[in-house]
């Protein structure tokens, strides 16, 4: 288990953030074990707190503007429902080399819809069959309109008994990235 979550960005080839759920929070059970295998390959890690900011994903993807602007580092964005909004929307930004989405929101109520075209970096999307809260037909979309990798899986919204699986994949994903 990670103890300290936030590391020194000078540490290791580069930075994992992590964008929480509208309504789980930073340190939940998905994050803390990919933070695990992020931090096991010397990568920093960090994973805001957007709790303050329950429904206005534009207002988590402003903060994390200003966290990218501030990191010296490459940064692999992990997102899961509406931390995926939050992630592909600052996918462009500079310094970001990977997007890791699980169950990720393309689109809500009151946002635009966002999509992967012309997000010119390796992506990997996760996504439950049985998603009750996003459904599994916007990553499908998403995947094919950008021709990125998409994992399907016999699970829910939430993906933990499929946390394994995930666990393995994002492994390889950075791995890939030659992290």
Do not use: C, N
Not at 92 to 118: I, N, T, W, Y
Not at 130 to 139: C, G, K, L, T
Not at 140 to 151: F, H
């Amino acid at each position: 288990m990670i103890e300290d979550r936030t590391r020194e960005m000078s540490a290791g080839p580069g930075v994992v953030y992590f964008a929480h759920g509208q309504e789980s929070g930073p340190w939940g059970t998905k994050i803390q074990a990919l933070a695990d295998i992020a931090q096991a390959r010397g990568l920093a890690v960090d994973s805001p707190d957007y709790s303050d900011l329950v429904h206005d994903a534009e207002a988590r993807a402003e903060r994390l503007r200003k966290l990218l602007a501030e990191t010296r580092k490459p940064v692999v964005l992990v997102g899961s429902s509406m931390g995926g909004w939050v992630s592909v929307r600052r996918a462009g930004d500079p310094g970001v080399v990977g997007l890791f989405l699980m169950a990720p929101a393309f689109e809500m109520p009151g946002h635009p819809r966002l999509s992967l075209q012309g997000k010119d970096v390796p992506t990997m999307i996760v996504h439950g069959w049985d998603d009750e809260v996003v459904p599994v037909d916007e990553s499908l979309k998403a995947a094919r309109e950008a021709g990125v990798s998409l994992l399907l899986l016999p699970d829910g919204h939430r993906l933990t008994p499929s946390l394994s699986v995930i666990e393995h994949h994002f492994s390889s994903f950075l791995e890939a990235l030659g992290w």
